[in-house]
């Protein structure tokens, strides 16, 4: 199904207005998720509405919850999601960080129990527009773990994602912006719908053999999804554990947390002003130089040219948006399905899409 980004956003919207989410929200949380299909990330766009749809039939999550500060002290700020959408929780947060840091140069923001954060890049890139360096640790609970430790072959964690994104003036920012699990678990699903294999080395099935069939993480026994770059990718996802899971939202992998099939984020994020470090232009020069320099590197063999982080998404959020966005058959069964569970009708849905 090839879609334009304004019928679908259109779509997902009326489908949370139908679970009665308020407008504002609505179209906020469509708008995040057609953005991360736009700019390529299918893992985490409209195939993630069924289970929302369903997270909010069972009290998972609760479509109009705002955003509670916790405390405050003023460039240390907690701030609790209360299992709202995360994509309007996370907004909010953000831009009370981004607030703040005009005053006090750098804020450290937890955010506890939001519902699914979805692309974290996106809150990356709100810093960004606001001339602002971001760093964001996030762990993910709530259900069973689906990512093994290094060398070992049971699941202990998720897939933690880490963020950084760096302004640039008159310029696109650069957003590192990744899972820590050697491929994002919306990946491997997506996989699963299209009935296409994993890449080598990203999953390994329960008797710790490698695999690339993507079944494996949702049938018994399971097998897990690996950490990217061996030890190292290992401890930057033990990291995000620790900072967005225990500091920012007490509530890490470990077996007597709940894990009641809700999809929970925990984000702790530096947000970070660089006035504060005073001759911003000569920061700005450095940093376009030092792109520069990478974007000239020569290609290696089967390469067409050196990227900077970010610069994919921009390309595929180019393409996307003048040709459409290709959604696989079963996935917009599956987003059909939730529309009507929802309460929309055929009818409303085929003059959505034009089908
Ligand atoms: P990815 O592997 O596609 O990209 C990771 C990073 O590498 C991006 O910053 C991208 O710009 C950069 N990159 C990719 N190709 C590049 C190239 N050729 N040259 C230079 N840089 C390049 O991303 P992913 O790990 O699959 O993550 C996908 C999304 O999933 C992210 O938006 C992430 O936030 C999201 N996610 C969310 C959760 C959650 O719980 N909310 C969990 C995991 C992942």
Request: proline letters at 6%; aromatic letters at 4%; charged letters at 20%.
């Amino acid at each position: 199904m090839l879609i334009a980004a304004e019928p679908l956003t259109q779509l997902v919207t009326e489908i949370f207005l139908a679970c009665d989410a308020q407008p504002d929200i609505a179209s906020r949380v469509a708008g995040h998720l057609v953005e991360a299909n736009l700019k390529g990330h299918d893992s985490h766009g409209v195939g993630m509405v069924p289970a929302y749809v369903h997270n909010i039939r069972n009290g998972n999550l609760q479509p109009n919850a705002e955003l509670k500060v916790i405390q405050d002290k003023g460039a240390v700020l907690l701030v609790d999601g209360q299992l709202g959408f995360g994509q309007h929780v996370g907004r909010e947060a953000t831009g009370l960080a981004i607030e703040r840091v005009r005053s006090t140069g750098v804020v450290c923001l937890g955010l506890r129990n939001a519902h699914h954060l979805g692309r974290i890049g996106s809150y990356g890139e709100q810093c960004a527009a606001a001339g602002l360096v971001s760093v964001h640790f996030v762990n993910v609970v709530g259900h069973e773990p689906q990512v093994a430790p290094f060398a070992g072959r049971e699941p202990r964690m998720t897939t933690n994602p880490f963020c950084a994104v760096v302004p640039r003036t008159g310029q696109p920012p650069l957003v590192l912006d990744m899972a820590t699990s050697a491929i994002a678990l919306g990946k491997v699903r997506v996989a699963a719908m299209k009935g296409e294999a994993v890449p080598e080395g990203s999953l390994i099935d329960a008797d710790g053999n490698p695999s690339n069939d993507p079944n494996i993480l949702f049938r018994q026994p399971r097998g897990a999804l690996g950490p990217f770059g061996g030890h190292k990718g290992y401890g930057l996802a033990v990291i995000c554990e620790l900072l967005g899971g225990a500091l920012a939202g007490q509530w890490t992998a470990q077996p007597k947390q709940p894990r009641a099939g809700n999809i929970v984020n925990h984000m702790l994020m530096f947000v970070l002003d660089p006035e504060a470090f005073g001759d911003v232009a000569q920061f700005e020069q450095e940093v376009t130089a030092m792109i520069d320099y990478l974007h000239s590197t020569a290609p290696a063999s089967g390469h067409d040219r050196v990227r900077i982080p970010g610069e994919p998404e921009r390309e595929t959020l180019a393409e996307r948006s003048s040709h459409g966005i290709d959604i696989d058959a079963n996935s917009w069964r599956a987003l059909v399905q939730a529309a009507e569970a929802a309460g929309l009708d055929q009818s409303r849905i085929d003059a959505l899409t034009g089908a």
